[in-house]
């Protein structure tokens, strides 16, 4: 079989980027929580914002195995750390200013954009780490398989409540715990076939 190569500046990039977003999921999580009222929110946040730290530590193993330095500055993790900046003072401009259902709301936003972008980071790894060889390839294959359907999770979830209570703000008849919690991590959410709550 023909080794498929690719480029390591850009792995190296990569891993360094994904420092930076599992850093600023860490200051997300942690500004989202003082938004988060509803119950099952909250409790789910605490347990990612906890998996944010943990993926943090995975990264760090990453680095040592790529002999690079888990804090070096590139120009994209400037790009990751200043869209972070922003949504952390969303979130506190919201708290500030807002009721406590719309910063909720804007809290889910915020969390939305970044795990979206902590789930392609891991995504994106798995491509390198299907073809990488040897030592470097054995740390990311385990890296890989230790994070990716946490943050399949993180996603998932958060799209849910991102819906459900944008939908609960129209008026409109509201899954809460969103259907996604329910299938995964047994949170008790209903099918959206099965509209539990009618708001208003
Ligand atoms: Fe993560
Ligand atoms: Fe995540």
Redesign the pocket.
């Known amino acids: 079989m023909n080794r498929v190569h690719y480029d390591s500046h850009q792995l190296d990039e990569l891993v360094l980027q994904m420092m930076e977003t599992?850093q600023v999921?860490e200051r997300v999580y942690r500004a989202a929580l003082a938004c988060a009222h509803h119950p099952a929110l909250k409790k789910e946040w605490q347990g990612?914002l906890r998996?944010?730290q943990a993926?943090q530590g995975v990264v760090r193993r990453m680095c040592d195995a790529l002999g690079l330095d888990p804090q070096a500055p590139t120009a994209a993790r400037a790009v990751v750390r200043q869209l972070g900046d922003a949504w952390v003072q969303a979130i506190e401009t919201a708290q500030r200013t807002s009721d406590p259902d719309t910063a909720q709301r804007v809290a889910c936003e915020c969390v939305l954009h970044?795990?979206t972008k902590?789930?392609a980071n891991?995504e994106l790894l798995g491509r390198v780490a299907r073809v990488a060889v040897g030592d470097v390839g054995q740390t990311l294959k385990a890296a890989h398989k230790a994070v990716e359907k946490?943050?399949e999770h993180?996603?998932q979830h958060i799209q849910g409540w991102h819906r459900e209570l944008a939908i609960q703000a129209l008026g409109l008849p509201a899954v809460l715990p969103p259907p996604e919690t329910g299938k995964k991590m047994g949170l008790g959410g209903a099918p959206r076939s099965e509209p539990q709550v009618a708001l208003h």
């Open positions: 599992e999921g990612y998996d944010s993926h970044a795990e902590d789930h891991w946490n943050e993180h996603l």
